[in-house]
């Protein structure tokens, strides 16, 4: 069967059984019919991607209840005086479960999903789904005064409310999913369904993010107008302020806190750590900010959350907006700041980073920051925790995901979410000699409040970064790129010799690893040529090693240096740090230095 053939298939087949499943959690048969059928749109827009799962109904599912909740009208069965008494019975005894309870119940009573798909999709562990589950299941029963055995046959009976719809043609919701995908907005004439779209409720995913109705009042609900064609599918023309994160979404992303929102401003300003320009990109029709701000609870952290959203004229200005995004974080230009870690995001939207930045000013704070592209759409969260703290960077991935799906399902949007999966990569190339060290690679020095100062780069005629017990040389003896600089304090009042020194250059592979080899040889030798000198090794690699090398000067002076080699195929980097007494940083903290060095020398020529 061709593509077409293949979907059109699976619309057919679906679309009556996911509307009772849509019903059966809103009671809203309207939002309902429209969630689906918008769905198949994005579905088809998705296709080469679904058509490879085992059960495509595992991603089509969420985003039917994602678009259902978006629309719904709370207890809208109430206005229905058509409605047969024994349904709106069983709405109402729905209605009074938990949202995650409620689906629960529905994807065990009314699809063929088992314990533990129920479970992922609802984003709880087993057990926990489980016990969910079996309470959904009493309270329902008692609700409706029938045994926990005629539950089934309740939820069934919806389908009867539900059959008899009229749905567009397969072939029209191709045509519309292809306009999605390739243009991102319909330019057709002729008449269309006026839709509200309002800030929704997003699929749940592993990462526990889960739909709610708790604040359906806010939600603004689409119905067909009178005398349109619904076979004509809406174009999305704008964001808004209700396509950004709620309150209620974020509570799920970043539990534990009671969250309120602190503003929400039609620009983005220069709001996020690191951001050097109010746009991304300068041209995008329209940029949004919410701020967030949690609770202060005695012993806890402070804790803030931003979003922000820019909607480029075109995916390609779109694409433009996000590689300068990046650019603000991986060489960050605010003094003090140091990049941790980066991590790039698997199946989310169709591009999207994660960023853990940590400044060191006062007062002390940590950031992670994910950006995301989704179509035409940038968005930009930051989660914010006073003090050197452990970066919540699972809450920050769900904020994120949680964005991206609740902008992607529009004819400006992309990719959406497919079970996302974060992968920690190298600090991608930045500064002005990307490879070697920048300013914000670098750790403090402990009870040093001013920032590092680089000096110029220069050839790397004489190596300082070189221990006494290796004496290391980058120039000459087949060495190309060979520089090296240093790294200042300027006004710290500390000793003369405190500093960072990096000295890089290249070999071929081979020559390369018998030079940090050599290196290793050397130093673990150096306490026999050396007997004043103790070597101490702090860390070691398949191409990295660091130590600690302590020489007597005189009797009662003793000089401390740590150094480190890396090796990266032929590109070569050394480093070395001179503390002033106190003045000093963690072995941790040069350990991943050295580690950083190397991740730089990707972006040495051949």
């Known amino acids: 069967m061709s593509d077409a053939d293949r979907f059109d298939a699976y619309y057919a087949d679906s679309r009556d059984r996911l509307l009772v499943l849509a019903f059966a959690l809103t009671g809203d048969l309207p939002a309902s019919r429209g969630a689906v059928r918008d769905t198949f749109v994005a579905a088809w827009h998705h296709w080469s991607k679904l058509k490879r799962l085992d059960d495509p109904e595992t991603w089509v599912r969420p985003h039917v209840w994602s678009h259902a909740q978006r629309r719904h009208t709370a207890r809208i069965w109430h206005r229905d005086r058509r409605l047969d008494p024994e349904v709106k019975a069983t709405l109402d005894a729905l209605s009074r479960l938990p949202v995650v309870s409620r689906k629960a119940l529905l994807l065990t009573q009314l699809t063929s999903a088992s314990r533990q798909e129920m479970a992922h999709e609802v984003g709880l562990p087993l057990h926990e789904a489980e016990s969910r589950l079996q309470t959904a299941t009493s309270q329902f029963a008692l609700q409706r005064e029938v045994p926990s055995t005629a539950v089934r046959l309740q939820l069934e009976r919806l389908a009867e409310h539900c059959a008899g719809q009229r749905w567009p043609r397969a072939t029209i919701i191709r045509r519309a999913g292809t306009t999605r995908r390739r243009t991102h907005v319909l330019a057709g004439a002729g008449v269309v369904v006026a839709t509200l779209v309002g800030s929704g409720f997003l699929v749940a995913d592993d990462h526990g993010v889960h739909p709610t109705l708790s604040a359906a009042g806010d939600r603004l609900t689409s119905v ?45 300003g220069t709001t996020f750590p690191c951001q050097r320009r109010a746009f991304a990109d300068p041209k995008a029709s329209t940029a949004l900010v919410r ?194 600089r240093s790294f200042l304090v300027p006004g710290g009042h500390l000793a003369a010799a405190f500093g960072i020194t990096e000295t890089v250059g290249r070999l071929p592979e081979p020559d390369a690893t018998s030079f940090v080899d050599g290196v290793r040889s050397k130093l673990a030798s150096c306490v026999n040529r050396d007997p004043g000198t103790k070597v101490l090794r702090l860390g070691s690699g398949p191409t990295w090693a660091a130590w600690r090398v302590r020489t007597q000067v005189t009797k009662n002076q003793t000089m401390t240096f740590d150094m480190g080699v890396v090796r990266s195929g032929g590109a070569v980097a050394q480093v070395g740090f001179v503390p002033d007494g106190s003045h000093t940083m963690t072995t941790a903290q040069f350990v991943a230095l050295v580690r950083r060095a190397g991740e730089r020398l990707a972006a040495m020529p051949e």
Not at 235 to 260: C, F, H, I
Not at 330 to 350: K, N, S, W, Y
Request: a neutral charge; charged letters at 20%; one cysteine or more.
């Open 291 to 484: 701020n967030f701000t949690a609770r202060h609870e005695k012993g806890r952290a402070q804790l803030a959350v931003v979003q922000g959203m820019e909607l480029s004229t075109d995916v390609p200005a779109a694409r433009a907006g996000y590689a300068k995004a990046n650019r603000w974080f991986a060489e960050c230009a605010m003094p003090q700041t140091q990049l941790l870690a980066v991590r790039h995001i698997q199946r989310l939207g169709d591009d999207a980073q994660q960023y853990v930045l940590r400044n060191w000013g006062s007062p002390t704070a940590t950031y992670v920051l994910g950006v995301a592209r989704t179509g035409r759409i940038n968005t930009l969260t930051l989660t914010r925790t006073a003090g050197v703290v452990r970066p919540d960077l699972a809450g920050n991935l769900r904020l994120l995901v949680t964005a991206v799906d609740d902008l992607c399902s529009s004819t400006l949007g992309g990719h959406c979410s497919a079970l996302p999966k974060p992968v920690d990569v190298p600090a991608p190339a930045a500064g002005k000699l990307p490879m070697m060290l920048s300013e914000f690679d670098l750790p403090p020095a402990a009870g040093v409040g001013q920032p590092w100062v680089a000096t110029t780069p220069r050839q790397a005629v004489h190596n300082v970064a070189a221990t006494g017990c290796d004496q290391s040389s980058f120039h000459g003896g087949g060495w190309t790129h060979d520089a090296t």
């Open 224 to 268: 067909p107008a009178a005398g349109t064609d619904e076979e004509t599918i809406p174009p999305d023309e704008d964001v808004t302020p209700s396509n950004l994160v709620s309150k209620a979404q974020l509570n799920r992303a970043v539990p534990g806190r009671a969250w309120r929102i602190t503003g929400t401003d039609p620009k983005q």
